[in-house]
């Protein structure tokens, strides 16, 4: 079974610009959701999609955003991008419950000039 | 709230030393869930172990150990005969039952660096 994938693998923006990331989970896997992580915040939860609903959101600005399709894949969408942005965001697939294991992908490496 | 502590930031061993990194979390739930992940330098989080609050026996898987303790809050991770391929960062982790979804709290990490 293929794992978790998310593209692209690498980003550069400027300062201000938005940023699309996307993320295919697990075949059969209907819950996804994002992490950032940074070497000053390390893994930080930002939200969480379920059936095309936002279940649960971390403490981040309104800048993050995300979405998740009638086949589960999802896209996260950063506006108005900050130097402090820079980080690898991991995107993670479940089955169902709050409580199921959660596979990571390979990440996207955000990088904000 | 919900809390992860990994003291050990790194650990450097010679290849065949056995190895423990400590974790301990806070959780005022009472079914919760305990993960521990591996990331080698690829950056992908590769998961390593779930274990439920309710199931204090230990699991042991290869040359992988690892202890529960809910009296102490821990959850340590013990690799024997550690090898080079073993240096990657390993986070802890913890997800609560009554979260609204699926959430995962992580520890800030340990980096454990194996020297031939």
Known sequence: KAGVTQTPRYLIKTRGQQVTLSCSPISGHRSVSWYQQTPGQGLQFLFEYFSETQRNKGNFPGRFSGRQFSNSRSEMNVSTLELGDSALYLCASSLVLSTDTQYFGPGTRLTVL | AQ?????QTEISVVEKEDVTLDCVYETRDTTYYLFWYKQPPSGELVFLIRRNSFDEQNEISGRYSWNFQKST???????????????????????ESNNAGNMLTFGGGTRLMVKP
């Open chain 2, 3 to 7: 809390k992860v502590t990994q003291a």
């Open chain 2, 73 to 95: 809050s821990s959850f340590n991770f013990t690799i024997t005969a550690s090898q080079v391929v073993d240096s990657a960062v390993y986070f802890c982790a913890l997800s």
